[in-house]
């Protein structure tokens, strides 16, 4: 049930526990960290104007969980995109950078079965579990949400517009009788 962005980042997890473990000397240690600081750029670290924050958050064990916690986070206003990691109940969650990670554990609290903690990395690289404090954050919601457009299927084409060669016959036999004819002069050299 996950989706390909998540077993990707799952399995770079596991690649970097792996490759620590067996690594001995300090140069290798040095150079997984430049890749893990050179991988942190394309989460956003550098970007001014977003910034991606992951939460671990209790009570997010089910669809229906899931499900409430969207629609938390697609009320705040300054939530870009978020992705879920429902093995480790974790969110991936990109935002503006003048929106406070308070915030969204407040829009997630509002829910009254989840709480989320931040999930941040230490100097070693060890990953901890920072609690928000209990006080409220304003939240500013999008109040002028579109709607999704209506997934109707597409209307099937008329038969007598269909595309056919140029050249060929309505008449039934005098189609198969041509086609016949076509395909003898086409493989006999006279």
Not at 75 to 98: E, H, N, P
Request: proline content about 3%.
């Amino acid at each position: 049930t996950t989706t390909p962005g998540e077993t990707k980042l799952l399995a770079s997890e596991i690649y970097d526990i792996l490759q620590s473990s067996s690594m001995s000397d300090m140069d290798n240690v040095n150079e997984m960290n430049y890749h893990r600081r050179k991988a942190q750029f394309f989460l956003g670290s550098t970007n001014k104007r977003a910034k991606t924050v992951v939460l671990h958050i209790d009570g997010l064990d089910d669809s229906s969980r899931r499900n409430l916690c969207e629609e938390a986070l697609l009320k705040i206003k300054g939530v870009i995109s978020f992705t879920f990691q429902m093995a480790v109940q974790r969110c991936v969650v990109r935002i503006r950078s003048d929106l406070k990670a308070e915030a969204l554990a407040t829009a997630i609290a509002s829910t009254k079965v989840m709480k989320a903690q931040q999930v941040v990395k230490s100097e070693s690289g060890e990953e901890m579990l920072v609690p928000f404090q209990d006080t409220l954050v304003e939240v500013e919601q999008n109040t002028e949400l579109p709607e999704y457009l209506p997934e109707d299927e597409s209307p099937t084409k008329e038969q007598d517009k269909a595309v056919s060669r140029v050249g060929s016959h309505p008449e039934g036999a005098a189609s198969w009788l041509s086609t016949a004819a076509n395909f003898l002069s086409r493989s006999f050299y006279w």
